[in-house]
């Protein structure tokens, strides 16, 4: 299994977990950072924390940085495991991962991991990879 599949069934796994902003445990929740980073550390990779960050206001070039710093690529077109870098609103952006037939994301709003099909609901800024 590549690092791609295993990212992709490592996010499916966690649909239904709580949502929390800054969340990083599954069992008491996750926000979409969190989700990136448990899925790419449970698939085996090393992972680095972010700095402290908001809900809104946090610039696509911090969290491009925060990509990259965990060994993740640009990526030209998507695949399973991919993470999706997108403008969820105004001076907001937000993490998803491909999986399946569609996208798994911490929905603040929903309360809890969800997987949502295709297309993603938001513009796409730009698509990461695992090497």
Avoid at 2 to 7: A, K, L, Y
Avoid at 20 to 29: F, I, K, V
Wanted: hydrophobic share 45%; aromatic share 2%.
């Amino acid at each position: 299994m590549n690092i791609g599949t295993r990212v992709a069934a490592e996010a499916l796994a966690l649909v239904g977990t709580p949502f929390r902003l800054r969340g990083r445990d599954p069992r008491t929740g996750i926000d979409c950072v969190g989700l990136a980073l448990i899925a790419l550390r449970n698939a085996g990779r090393d992972v680095r924390e972010p700095p402290a960050y908001q809900l809104r206001g946090t610039s696509a070039d911090r969290a491009e940085t925060l990509l990259r710093a965990n060994g993740l690529v640009p990526a030209p077109k998507e695949q399973p495991g991919d993470i999706l870098l997108v403008e969820s609103g105004p001076m907001q952006v937000h993490l998803m991962i491909r999986a399946g037939t569609g996208h798994v994301h911490a929905h603040a709003g929903l309360g809890r991991v969800v997987l949502m099909p295709m297309p993603a609901s938001s513009p796409v800024r730009s698509l990461w990879r695992v090497e």
